[in-house]
């Protein structure tokens, strides 16, 4: 039976070394046998979302390796005065401020020779579709993230997606664009870069389970009791990860891994019942893949998000890179444990959302959103955030195929019923 393709849209293994056209940077048999490099192209890389936390791990990447990567493209939201010293770093050849109130004090003279200002969300839009860009860096937050990753789908680019709220909200309809276009989808999320590593040992058919390891977060060993207490202080302190605010609070209430159980539904097409999640507070082993002779396939590093993020620049080779090393030297363990379903409830509501798909990830997503952004204000209780996104989930007018209006539509309904909710 001929093995069941993995998604064309997701670059798989590498092709292997011989004769014929080298790629990017690939190797070449000379006629003789010996494998010979040839210089890498420069690729020219457009960082959506280069103020935050992934956009500045990208940056240090990049400006690592100025052989192999140049930054053509920078865009931020309302951090004006972070773009503007990267871009006096970086000397790339845009600066893109999404919000217009933002850039309106921006002088002349602020940015480097070379570098032009673009402004709003329509000017990221066609900027990333330009020729000048091989590879687009997806790490705006949260559902703004999902306009500029589908534009740079659309211009049939290759996209390094840390943004994994386009795929919770609309992962098959991104799929598809990227196969019609012609589009590469690589990701940067560390669970599904480990994954997507993996997988490079076998077909999809030999797949019995993608395993995403989790952190647990910082209150993997509280009690039921005290976690309704928790304040916003607590729940930014992670314990492994240094991230953007937003995703920090998702892997204390572990919404997190339920939006990536939703990413790799829809990124490695496989049903929601060949997904886990395992608790591993090291964060070490990145995620797993169980074949089904029973062998299972890990990916380990320390905890450095440098490490995906380069790997989805230069897919399908690797090169030396600034991200930190494993030392074996040193003692090192490795834990392992099932999530606990009464504390955090959020890990069903993924495998929910992952199983039923359609409308269901959009409206999860749109409901944590707006609960952590109310929970950062002091408007609502850390256990309040899974709990209302359990009733948004259930009392949304579920559909199997929704389009990308009927997406932004529930997007907004859930918005406004997670704004209803009163705290008991
Ligand atoms: P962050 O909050 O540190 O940075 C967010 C970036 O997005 C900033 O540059 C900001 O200017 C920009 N932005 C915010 N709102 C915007 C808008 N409306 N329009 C345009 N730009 C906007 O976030 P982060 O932690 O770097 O996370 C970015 C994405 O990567 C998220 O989707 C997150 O889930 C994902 N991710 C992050 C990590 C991590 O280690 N931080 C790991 C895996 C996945
Ligand atoms: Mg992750």
């Not at 994954?195 to 390891?213: C, F, K, M, P």
């Not at 929970?375 to 899974?386: H, K, N, S, V, Y």
């Amino acid at each position: 039976m001929a093995p069941t393709p993995i998604p064309a849209t997701l670059a798989t293994a590498s092709p292997a070394p011989g004769p014929g056209p080298s790629s990017e940077h690939g190797p070449r048999a000379s006629p003789i046998g010996e494998i010979r490099r040839s210089p890498p192209a420069v690729l020219g890389v457009a960082v959506l979302g280069s103020t935050g936390s992934i956009g500045t791990s990208t940056l240090d990447v990049i400006a690592a390796a100025p052989e192999r990567f140049r930054p053509h493209l920078l865009a931020a939201h309302t951090s004006v005065a972070a773009i503007l010293a990267q871009a006096a770093l970086h000397r790339p050849d845009w600066v893109v401020i999404t919000d217009p109130r933002a850039a309106a004090g921006i002088g002349t003279g602020a940015l480097p020779a070379g570098t032009r200002l673009a402004v709003g969300p329509d000017a990221l839009d066609e900027l990333v579709g330009a020729p000048e860009v091989d590879r687009v860096v997806s790490a705006i937050v949260g559902a703004a993230g999902l306009r500029s990753t589908w534009a740079a789908l659309e211009a049939g680019k290759t996209v390094a997606l840390a943004n994994k709220e386009t795929l919770v909200m609309a992962g098959p309809l991104a799929m598809r664009l990227a196969a019609e276009r012609g589009a590469t989808l690589l990701p940067v999320d560390s669970e599904h870069s480990a994954i997507h590593q993996a997988l490079r040992s076998g077909t999809s058919d030999e797949v019995a389970r993608l395993i995403l390891t989790a952190s647990g977060g910082p209150f993997r060993t509280r009690s039921r009791e005290s976690l309704a207490a928790v304040t916003p202080q607590e729940a930014l302190c992670h314990p492994t990860w240094s991230m953007g605010p937003k995703i920090t609070v998702d892997s204390a209430t572990m919404m997190n891994k339920a939006l990536e159980l939703v990413e790799a539904r829809w990124l490695f097409d496989l049903p929601g019942e060949k997904l886990a999640v395992v608790v591993h507070p090291q964060s070490v082993v990145h995620s797993m893949v169980e074949f089904v002779d029973g062998s299972v396939l890990a990916q380990l590093s320390p905890p450095d998000m440098k490490l995906p993020i380069q790997y989805a620049l230069s897919h399908p080779s690797r090169h030396d890179g600034p991200a930190r090393r494993l030392d074996f030297a040193a003692s090192l363990r490795l834990d392992f444990e099932p999530p606990d379903p009464q504390r955090f409830p959020a890990v069903r509501l993924g495998h929910e959302a992952a199983t039923r798909g359609g409308t269901c990830g959009a409206v999860l997503n749109a409901a944590n959103e707006e609960a952590v952004k109310r929970f950062l204000a002091g408007g609502m209780r850390f256990t309040d955030i899974a709990e209302v996104c359990a009733r948004v989930l259930d009392g949304h007018a579920f559909q199997a195929e929704p389009s990308l209006d009927d997406i932004r539509r529930l997007d907004g309904w859930a918005r406004q019923e997670v704004a209803k909710w009163a705290s008991a």
